[in-house]
């Protein structure tokens, strides 16, 4: 999946609250098993790393591609960069 294609499902899936706006405060990764990005819904191989975390608003855990990870931090952001919390 291109770039664009995921950032438009992940400004989906913010507006529609599938991805939480909040910070993410502590993150850890390794290698994928198998998962299911949060974002892309794409499987996250074990050559690939996975990047998780537990949002400030108590949902499941988030799981992410590296890629993917960093996509949503940008897109979580108002326009004028400044993040919502």
Same mark, same amino acid.
């Given at each position: 999946?291109?770039?664009?294609?995921?950032? *438009?499902?992940?400004?989906?899936?913010?507006? /529609? $609250? +599938?991805? @939480?706006?909040?910070?993410?405060?502590?993150?850890?990764?390794?290698?994928?098993?198998?998962?299911?990005?949060?974002?892309?819904?794409?499987?996250?191989?074990?050559?690939? *790393?996975?990047?998780?975390?537990?949002?400030? /608003? $108590? +949902?499941? @855990?988030?799981?992410?591609?590296?890629?993917?990870?960093?996509?949503?931090?940008?897109?979580?952001?108002?326009?004028?960069?400044?993040?919502?919390?």
């Amino acid at each position: 999946m291109d770039e664009a294609s995921v950032r *438009l499902l992940i400004r989906q899936k913010l507006a /529609d $609250g +599938r991805l @939480p706006h909040d910070h993410i405060p502590r993150v850890w990764g390794g290698p994928g098993n198998g998962e299911i990005c949060d974002a892309c819904d794409q499987k996250i191989e074990r050559s690939a *790393l996975v990047m998780e975390g537990i949002a400030v /608003d $108590g +949902r499941k @855990p988030l799981q992410l591609h590296v890629a993917c990870f960093h996509l949503w931090d940008s897109e979580r952001r108002d326009g004028d960069g400044i993040v919502v919390e």
